[in-house]
């Protein structure tokens, strides 16, 4: 599912057609210490067919929080900042992250500084009360050598210090390119881990996109403690359908990549404190009946 991932998001950012607002009271929603959030990647569909009705679904379904993944041209699945907040609002829903990616156009080398495409994407994410911004990608020219990773570091350090002026902070999200891929013998996510500011960046684990790569999300995580405050919960199976990958996300608890104990670690050693759920594949139920099971299980876990 990673290339659909990406191309969603993509997509998303080329299709959709403000006063700088104080993020007040941002950090409200997240005060406790096991937030649980859904990825509205998980339910992509139906937020296209009536973004609305999905989210009032997924309040009755008992979720309180939610993550974007669709942010473009100023607007949230069609909304600026404020109207859609304004929604979440009206369903007692809060969005304290979401991912928007931060991409080589973003960064204008000659004036040393973000373009204004990327500050307002910071700006909208305070106004719409989030408290993580997060990149979920990479440009394929990032990945090409060391050097190129290594300097895009120094932007990612960059973003952290912009999101620290709104009270956010800015993340990165992986796929699973950043264990397979070396560069001078560094994987990408260790560049990422070295040549970061943890007080500015911190990494997203995905714990189903780390399945297969042969990279230990327990081992990196109990070597990077503090670092990973908002992980996605995510189960693999093998795919049940042609595609892009060997595996496929399911329900929490009936894959095969460990993530019950993977959970565990984030929440005692990583510094978690956000949990969303996110599943990409459902194996013949619809996606809201999917969230819905992930939710029970996360919470039967102690979460």
Same mark, same amino acid.
């Given at each position: 599912?990673?290339?659909?991932?990406?191309?969603?998001?993509?997509?998303s950012?080329?299709?959709?057609?403000?006063?700088?607002v104080?993020?007040?009271?941002?950090?409200?929603?997240? *005060?406790a210490?096991?937030?649980?959030?859904v990825?509205?990647?998980?339910v992509r569909?139906?937020m296209?067919?009536?973004?609305?009705?999905?989210l009032e *679904?997924?309040?009755?379904?008992?979720?309180?929080?939610?993550?974007?993944?669709?942010y473009?041209?100023?607007?949230?699945?069609?909304?600026?900042?404020?109207?859609?907040k304004?929604?979440?609002?009206?369903?007692?829903?809060q969005?304290?992250?979401?991912?928007?990616?931060?991409?080589?156009?973003?960064?204008?080398?000659?004036?040393?500084?973000?373009?204004?495409? /990327?500050?307002?994407?910071?700006?909208?994410?305070?106004?719409?009360?989030?408290q993580? $911004?997060?990149?979920? /990608?990479?440009?394929?020219?990032?990945?090409?050598?060391?050097?190129?990773?290594?300097?895009?570091?120094? $932007?990612?350090?960059?973003?952290?210090?912009?999101?620290?002026?709104?009270g956010? #902070?800015?993340?990165y999200?992986?796929?699973?390119?950043?264990?397979?891929?070396?560069?001078?013998?560094?994987?990408?996510?260790?560049?990422?881990?070295?040549?970061?500011?943890p007080?500015?960046?911190?990494? *997203?684990?995905?714990?189903?996109?780390?399945?297969?790569?042969?990279?230990?999300?327990?081992a990196?995580?109990?070597?990077?403690?503090g670092?990973?405050?908002?992980?996605h919960?995510k189960?693999e199976? #093998?795919?049940?359908?042609?595609g892009d990958?060997?595996?496929?996300?399911?329900v929490?608890? #009936?894959?095969?990549?460990?993530?019950?104990?993977?959970?565990? $670690?984030?929440?005692?050693?990583?510094?978690t404190q956000?949990?969303i759920?996110?599943?990409?594949?459902?194996?013949? *139920?619809?996606?809201?009946?999917?969230?819905?099971?992930?939710l029970?299980i996360? #919470?039967?876990?102690?979460?």
């Amino acid at each position: 599912m990673i290339n659909s991932r990406r191309n969603f998001i993509k997509t998303s950012a080329l299709a959709a057609a403000g006063v700088m607002v104080a993020p007040s009271g941002i950090f409200a929603s997240a *005060q406790a210490k096991n937030l649980i959030g859904v990825q509205l990647y998980s339910v992509r569909a139906d937020m296209k067919a009536n973004p609305i009705a999905t989210l009032e *679904q997924l309040a009755k379904i008992g979720y309180k929080h939610v993550e974007h993944a669709n942010y473009a041209n100023r607007k949230f699945y069609g909304y600026s900042a404020t109207e859609f907040k304004k929604i979440l609002d009206g369903f007692g829903l809060q969005m304290p992250s979401g991912h928007s990616m931060l991409e080589l156009k973003h960064w204008d080398s000659a004036k040393k500084d973000f373009t204004d495409e /990327w500050k307002y994407t910071v700006e909208d994410a305070a106004t719409a009360g989030m408290q993580y $911004v997060i990149s979920p /990608w990479l440009d394929d020219e990032l990945r090409t050598s060391y050097d190129s990773m290594r300097g895009f570091a120094d $932007v990612f350090n960059k973003s952290g210090a912009l999101c620290n002026k709104y009270g956010m #902070k800015f993340g990165y999200h992986n796929h699973n390119f950043e264990f397979s891929k070396n560069l001078n013998g560094h994987s990408i996510y260790e560049i990422l881990l070295e040549h970061t500011d943890p007080a500015a960046v911190f990494l *997203q684990l995905d714990m189903g996109n780390i399945y297969g790569t042969g990279a230990d999300p327990i081992a990196i995580v109990k070597n990077n403690p503090g670092r990973f405050l908002s992980v996605h919960v995510k189960d693999e199976i #093998k795919a049940t359908e042609p595609g892009d990958s060997i595996y496929e996300s399911c329900v929490l608890g #009936k894959g095969f990549a460990g993530t019950k104990a993977i959970t565990a $670690v984030c929440a005692s050693i990583g510094g978690t404190q956000h949990f969303i759920v996110e599943q990409e594949s459902y194996q013949g *139920q619809t996606p809201l009946v999917s969230v819905k099971q992930d939710l029970a299980i996360l #919470k039967s876990w102690g979460y």
